[in-house]
């Protein structure tokens, strides 16, 4: 019944800044985590940044002091506000939900492992960045 729709990709020249946006339709919920994740070369999702319905956050130190992750929550929008672009930040980039359990809403939580109808992931947004 939720759904996740990410926008805002597109391509930029290293040093430069992008703004993505996850916007949440359906049923959604008063206690939850919600992050950005990246995909690039390889399969494997890396975890960028999270906030939880209290608006508390965590990021990856790969991008601390670079992104900036915020939400809107009467416009049900997430948003990941990324300077400082790096050629190894290109990839997908794809927001997700799931219930909050506390203390576990970080980018090295487990409940991003959970692989039931609770988590909600969006079809993602590709992100390219050229030196």
């Known amino acids: 019944q939720l759904q996740l729709v990410e926008s805002g990709g597109g391509s930029v020249q290293s040093g430069g800044s992008l703004r993505l946006s996850c916007a949440a339709s359906g049923l959604t919920y008063s206690s939850y985590c919600m992050g950005w994740f990246r995909q690039g070369t390889g399969k494997e999702h890396e975890g960028l940044a999270t906030?939880?319905?209290?608006?508390?956050?965590n990021y990856a130190d790969s991008v601390k002091g670079r992104f900036t992750i915020s939400q809107d929550n009467a416009k049900n929008t997430m948003y990941l506000q990324m300077n400082s672009l790096k050629p190894e930040d290109s990839g997908w980039f794809y927001c997700a939900s799931a219930p909050l359990r506390p203390g576990q809403c970080t980018v090295v939580s487990e409940i991003w492992d959970d692989d039931g109808d609770d988590n909600h992931w969006g079809p993602g947004t590709q992100v390219t960045v050229s030196s």
């Open positions: 906030i939880d319905s209290n608006g508390r956050v």
